[in-house]
T-cell receptor
Framework: GQNIDQPTEMTATEGAIVQINCTYQTSGFNGLFWYQQHAGEAPTFLSYNVLDGLEEKGRFSSFLSRSKGYSYLLLKELQMKDSASYLCAVMDSNYQLIWGAGTKLIIKP | DTAVSQTPKYLVTQMGNDKSIKCEQNLGHDTMYWYKQDSKKFLKIMFSYNNKELIINETVPNRFSPKSPDKAHLNLHINSLELGDSAVYFC?????????????FGEGSRLTVL
């Protein structure tokens, strides 16, 4: 079956760096996505990786290793507003998005 | 203007009732989706429509029926509501199916079945 795994919850300190990992097993691969979802709100797109390596976008970076079925989202200079759930999703060979359950990130002052 | 808008945001109803949730996108996108997010926060795709044609229908009970009068609208109708239907339902759109996968989500409709 298809599976996306990510930690349920993580805690970090304001101003610090946190890495949220995601591992996947899917039938085919057409890209990996990270979305941010604040409580009670809609998910919003953060990043897209289809080739191995690191994609940097401001304070957020996303890394992909297709051979390992692994990705991480790196958040730098954490701010209180970064408290949210971070959803990892993989597009399979049928171009369907398979979603993880999300990682709830708690930022402490 | 909200890119993807859905109504109502909150819906409380009794078991056995029939209800609809409306969704409209003003982005000119070709594909629209309905997702269900349950209490465990998994996003599960229910339907997608591409130019008014149903292209994905996951294992969703036939009590759920999508209706698309035009490519800017995808409404969700639910018959004979059950307790397990309680969830947040998200409408989303993307430029084309199989595109980069960047989805634009509506704000969600929280359905509570009593």
């Amino acid at each position: 079956g298809q599976n996306i795994d990510q930690p349920t919850e993580m805690t970090a300190t304001e101003g610090a760096i946190v890495q949220i990992n995601c591992t996947y097993q899917t039938s085919g691969f057409n890209g990996l996505f990270w979305y941010q979802q604040h409580a009670g709100e809609a998910p919003t797109f953060l990043s897209y990786n289809v080739l191995d390596g690191l994609e940097e976008k401001g304070r957020f970076s996303s890394f992909l290793s297709r051979s390992k079925g692994y990705s991480y989202l790196l958040l730098k200079e954490l701010q209180m507003k970064d408290s949210a759930s971070y959803l990892c999703a993989v597009m399979d060979s049928n171009y369907q998005l398979i979603w993880g359950a999300g990682t709830k990130l708690i930022i402490k002052p | 203007d909200t890119a993807v808008s859905q109504t109502p945001k909150y819906l409380v109803t009794q078991m056995g009732n029939d209800k609809s949730i409306k969704c409209e996108q003003n982005l000119g996108h070709d594909t629209m989706y309905w997702y269900k997010q349950d209490s465990k926060k998994f996003l599960k795709i229910m339907f997608s429509y591409n130019n008014k044609e149903l292209i994905i229908n996951e294992t969703v009970p036939n009590r759920f029926s999508p209706k698309s009068p035009d490519k800017a609208h995808l409404n969700l109708h639910i018959n004979s509501l059950e307790l397990g239907d309680s969830a947040v339902y998200f409408c989303a759109s993307s430029p084309r199916e199989g595109d980069t996968g960047e989805l634009f989500f509506g704000e969600g409709s929280r359905l509570t079945v009593l």
